[in-house]
């Protein structure tokens, strides 16, 4: 079946900082790949999204994009804020009319000024 | 904007009591979904509805059970609250419009429950 794997955390980076959050998938097809926040408190917000092999998502000064030959979708920025601090899930969802998301476990980034 | 209010944050209940948890989305979205959430876990797959009246499992169905009789509200029911239903829970809802598997999901805030 459908699966992600995101790297472990937590993980503390300083102000300004280059993030990478890395993101793996198992899936038949061609699944559309997702990026999900979660604030502190709150529920999930999407964030980012592509759905075919080369698309780069975009948003909030994050990217990630979806390589196909590596099965991968790496979330990445340049510089870090601390308001960035949150839980990020990557999920995919399968072609093949089936609703469902499919999410990693995530992973919580705390900012340090 | 999207809005799904789910609605209570949070809830403490007794082992055996019956649970309702509802959600409400305001954008005519077919699909609703009920999420829970543990550490480490990530989010899983309690139930799904693409329809009025219709309910699919999701990966763990096993102690809950939903309703879905409007098309803007789903229910979430745990028929005998037990201490390991302890978790948060999230609602989501999206479209079936266009090209469905692009659309995203749009969450509630959730709703942290306690059984004690």
């Known amino acids: 079946g459908d699966s992600v794997t995101q790297m472990e955390g937590p993980v503390t980076l300083s102000e300004e900082a280059f993030l990478t959050i890395n993101c793996t998938y198992t899936?038949?097809?061609?699944?559309?790949l997702f990026w999900y926040v979660q604030y502190p408190g709150e529920g999930l917000q999407l964030l980012l999204k592509?759905?075919?092999?080369?698309d780069k998502g975009s948003n909030k000064g994050f990217e990630a994009t979806y390589r196909k030959e590596t099965t991968s979708f790496h979330l990445e920025k340049g510089s870090v804020q601390v308001s960035d601090s949150a839980v990020y899930f990557c999920?995919?969802?399968?072609?093949?009319?089936?609703?469902?998301?499919?999410f990693g476990t995530g992973t919580r980034l705390t900012i340090i000024p | 904007d999207v809005k799904v209010t789910q609605s209570s944050r949070y809830l403490v209940k007794r082992t055996g009591e019956k649970v309702f948890l509802e959600c409400v989305q305001d954008?005519?979205?077919?699909?609703m979904f009920w999420y829970r959430q543990d550490p480490g876990l990530g989010l899983r797959l309690i139930y799904f509805?693409?329809?009025?009246?219709?309910?699919e499992k999701g990966d763990i169905p096993e102690g809950y059970s939903v309703s879905r009789e409007k098309k803007e509200r789903f229910s979430l029911i745990l028929e005998s609250a037990s201490t390991n239903q302890t978790s948060m829970y999230l609602c989501?809802?999206?479209?079936?419009?266009?090209?469905?598997?692009?659309?995203?999901?749009?969450f509630g805030d959730g709703t942290r429950l306690s059984i004690l």
């Open positions: 989501a809802s999206s479209s079936q419009g266009g090209r469905s598997y692009n659309q995203p999901q749009h």
């Open positions: 899936a038949t097809g061609y699944p559309s």
């Open positions: 592509a759905t075919k092999a080369d």
């Open positions: 999920a995919l969802r399968s072609n093949f009319g089936n609703e469902k998301l499919t």
């Open positions: 954008m005519d979205h077919e699909n």
């Open positions: 509805s693409y329809d009025v009246k219709m309910k």
